[in-house]
């Protein structure tokens, strides 16, 4: 049995979020630039955003740098953006 934390020292915000960008595909070094895109929004958002790129078939790389560019892809809401890379799979975008 551990010890009780000590108030302020608990997982450093964010962790939890790299580590489900990683699992997507990202680097460690992709991941913290990720997270440094409008920082203010939930992780859930960034992670929606970055899942629907790789499902169009974008590297983790080509994917980092389109929401770098175009960062307002962030605060689209998540169904419009499911919508969005839906009509582009229906027209025959791929990550070639």
Same mark, same amino acid.
């Given at each position: 049995?551990g010890l009780p934390?000590?108030?302020g $020292? !608990?997982p450093? @915000?964010?962790?939890?979020?790299a %580590?489900? &960008?990683r699992?997507?595909?990202f680097s460690? #070094?992709q =991941?913290r630039?990720l997270?440094?895109?409008q920082p203010? $929004? !939930?992780?859930? @958002?960034r992670e929606a955003?970055? %899942?629907? &790129?790789?499902?169009?078939g974008l590297?983790? #790389?080509? =994917?980092?740098?389109?929401?770098?560019r175009?960062?307002?892809l962030?605060?689209?809401p998540?169904?419009r953006?499911?919508?969005?890379?839906?009509?582009?799979?229906?027209?025959?975008?791929d990550?070639?």
């Open positions: 049995r934390a000590a108030p $020292l !608990g450093r @915000r964010g962790c939890g979020e %580590a489900g &960008l699992a997507m595909g460690e #070094e =991941a630039r997270l440094g895109l203010r $929004l !939930g992780p859930t @958002r955003a970055a %899942a629907q &790129l790789l499902l169009l590297s983790a #790389e080509a =994917a980092l740098e389109l929401l770098e175009s960062p307002a962030l605060r689209m998540t169904e953006l499911r919508e969005r890379a839906e009509e582009l799979r229906r027209l025959g975008l990550g070639g």
